[in-house]
């Protein structure tokens, strides 16, 4: 069960409040976007529809990143490159420390769908919570600038420990690696041992896709 503290952030991202007195730029471009579009919590549903909604996002945040001294002109070196996961490039951030990871939000509707999610994984997983470093354009596509602490693995994440851990916290498995947590609202999916990964006994979320299906949950 989540501690009542926790459960109070995540309604607030549930029911699309901008959050006062943040100073993260995450949290900030959260807000920024909140302030001038409504969220819709049709998962994963008329993509198509709200295309020209996450265009008008794109350009809003171009032109937020710019005013706000967060607009990279370069991606990283591609000598610090590593892989490519499911939604982001990842690169090996110079510290050796973290990774710095480019997404598209193209697995969400909106970036506002996006941003959500991001929110809610570093409510619920601090120690790879996503820092926000800014925005950049690659090939044509704007993409987010992400840093996230560099966990190195000891073994992989077993799938029942995944599954107990979640359990534990109120999420359910619906299919697969797929969760749902129904008295918030959330369903999280993908949780199979390439996005968790395990050291001295502990899980690490490295990888989480959050879609918010009841704004009213809870």
């Given at each position: ?144 600038l992400l840093r996230q602490p560099f966990i190195t693995t000891e073994s992989t994440a077993a799938l029942a420990d995944i599954r107990t851990y979640l ?41 989480t896709v959050f879609y918010i299906v009841d704004p009213g949950a809870g």
């Amino acid at each position: 069960m989540l501690p009542d503290d926790t459960e109070g952030k995540i309604k607030d991202i549930i029911a699309g409040k901008v959050l006062p007195g943040v100073t993260d730029r995450l949290l900030t471009a959260r807000n920024f976007l909140y302030a001038g579009f409504t969220p819709d919590r049709t998962v994963k549903t008329d993509f198509e529809s709200k295309l020209l909604v996450k265009e008008k996002q794109v350009t809003a945040l171009v032109q937020w990143a710019k005013n706000n001294g967060c607009w990279m002109e370069d991606p990283p070196d591609k000598q610090q490159y590593l892989t490519r996961g499911g939604e982001s490039l990842v690169f090996q951030d110079i510290d050796k420390r973290h990774v710095i990871k480019l997404n598209d939000a193209v697995y969400y509707a909106t970036w506002l769908e996006y941003f959500d999610s991001l929110a809610i994984h570093n409510i619920l997983f601090p120690d790879t919570a996503y820092t926000l470093s800014g925005f950049t354009m690659y090939n044509g596509v704007l993409y987010a600038l992400l840093r996230q602490p560099f966990i190195t693995t000891e073994s992989t994440a077993a799938l029942a420990d995944i599954r107990t851990y979640l359990e534990h916290n109120g999420f359910i498995n619906t299919m697969r690696n797929d969760y749902c947590h129904e008295k918030l609202g959330l369903i999280l999916e993908d949780m199979h041992d390439e996005n968790v990964l395990a050291t001295q006994n502990l899980l690490f979320f490295i990888d989480t896709v959050f879609y918010i299906v009841d704004p009213g949950a809870g």
